[in-house]
């Protein structure tokens, strides 16, 4: 797969960068690799390269990745290879995010997402949906976010820098427009040419018909246990080595999602009653509140179920 994009800078700039510290665990950003850069009046063009896959499987792909010209300045003010990640996300931020991965050296891992941006820097959540033209194309469904960027003495710039970010299904980034603290234009990213990848398989697992059992906490493993049973209908008969992921508006206690075996089928079932008892350690439910669970069905090989919701009031 492949992206294109055009950044136009309307005069002599110098934008914040602030990717993501994956590792090390705890780093905090600093000048080095979150700081301003020179950009000057203009326009630049590159691609982003998907190449050969590294891994596959569980939760995430990755591939090597290429970007030509000034594109990985753009991302990161780092040099060092660069690699593309398909990822899937649970809880609050449900979904599949599409992100550039980035390793400098010396045990430092940065992310710049491409599909979305991190839960923790939306400001204001999806704003709208609505059809976007721009040289690669019309999109629809497009999502609308901004994402908020606070320097301080620290990171090398100060004040607040606000983007603008349209994202559109299975392409990510369609265009973005960032703005410094008072409201003047740094920069517009557009995407000029698109190379769509494979779409994400549909779901294969039809899932119904959910019902909650009396909630128990066990004090031996400090956990409470959930028993639930639903209906499935799978033609393909791969429900038996699925996995069960739950996502929850539990003060984000599983915003991450438990993940257990599928119980009570037998290998290449395609229907039945599936009946499976969820474990939540550290977790007492409050008595009389109601919890909101999402359930999801998923096989290594990414083929997945319909999502199933149901609310559950703690006896």
């Not at 390793?103 to 891992?109: D, T, V």
């Not at 009570?264 to 039945?272: D, I, K, N």
Request: aromatic share 8%.
């Amino acid at each position: 797969m492949q992206w294109t994009y055009r950044v136009t800078f309307p005069q002599n700039v110098r934008i914040p960068h602030s990717p993501i510290v994956e590792a090390p665990d705890g780093l905090l950003c600093s000048n080095v690799f979150c700081g301003l850069q020179s950009w000057n009046a203009g326009q630049i063009e590159f691609n982003v390269n998907a190449t050969n896959l590294v891994s596959e499987g569980g939760p995430s792909e990755l591939w090597n990745a290429e970007i030509t010209g000034r594109g990985a300045a753009f991302f990161f003010p780092t040099t060092g290879p660069i690699q593309i990640r398909r990822r899937y996300l649970t809880g609050t931020a449900a979904g599949v995010q599409l992100e550039l991965v980035h390793s400098p050296g010396g045990g430092l891992r940065l992310v710049r997402p491409l599909s979305r941006p991190p839960q923790s820097a939306l400001i204001s959540g999806i704003l709208t949906r609505e059809t976007v033209t721009v040289p690669a194309g019309t999109f629809a469904n497009i999502v609308t976010t901004e994402t908020l960027l606070t320097g301080d003495v620290g990171s090398g710039f100060t004040g607040t820098y606000r983007t603008e970010v349209k994202l559109a299904p299975y392409t990510g980034i369609v265009r973005a427009v960032m703005r410094d603290p008072g409201g003047q234009v740094l920069y517009t990213m557009e995407l000029i040419r698109f190379s769509a990848p494979s779409p994400l398989p549909p779901p294969q697992f039809r899932i119904s018909n959910l019902k909650f059992e009396t909630a128990s906490f066990n004090q031996a493993s400090n956990s409470t246990q959930l028993p639930l049973e639903f209906d499935f209908e799978d033609p393909g008969g791969n429900v038996a080595t699925a996995q069960l992921t739950i996502s929850s508006n539990l003060d984000d206690a599983v915003a991450g999602g438990s993940t257990l075996r599928a119980e009570g089928v037998t290998a290449s079932q395609t229907s039945g009653r599936m009946k499976i008892t969820a474990g939540f350690p550290l977790l007492r439910l409050i008595s009389g509140r109601t919890y909101v669970f999402t359930f999801v069905l998923r096989t290594e090989a990414g083929y997945e179920s319909n999502p199933l919701s149901g609310t559950f009031r703690a006896p």
